[in-house]
């Protein structure tokens, strides 16, 4: 069982910087597409940011974070990064990391949550 844990979030001031990470169990790390959400508070689960699997993974971002938000991922470390800069007080929420991959003994499909870290932006 794929298990993701999020740390990294807390309060910062608008215009401020945190770095988000999520690591992860598991042995085949580097093939997952990793992503990271938000939800805000009455408001539906966004997702933020998408790298793709692989050292050179590719990524894509939320209009709304584009030139602020930097996904990455340490494959060494089966680990996968937000560094969110200049934030605003809309980016409060809790942000969760989500792993999609294929199980290597089953080569089932799965997809798995960690339980989120929050982050709030102060005016």
């Known amino acids: 069982q794929v298990q993701l844990v999020e740390s990294g979030g807390g309060l910062v001031q608008a215009g401020g910087s945190l770095r988000l990470s999520c690591s992860a169990s598991g042995r085949t790390f580097s093939s997952w597409t990793m992503r990271w959400f938000r939800q805000a508070p009455a408001k539906q689960r966004e997702?933020?940011?998408?790298?793709?699997?692989?050292?050179?993974?590719?990524?894509t971002y939320a209009d709304s974070v584009k030139g602020r938000f930097t996904i990455s991922r340490d494959n060494a470390k089966n680990t996968v990064y937000l560094q969110m800069n200049s934030l605003k007080s809309e980016d409060t929420a809790v942000y969760y990391c989500?792993?999609?991959?294929?199980?290597?003994?089953?080569?089932?499909?799965?997809?798995?949550w960690g339980r989120g870290t929050q982050v709030t932006v102060s005016s």
């Open positions: 997702l933020v940011a998408t790298i793709s699997s692989g050292g050179g993974g590719r990524s």
């Open positions: 989500n792993a999609r991959g294929v199980i290597v003994d089953s080569l089932n499909p799965f997809t798995s």
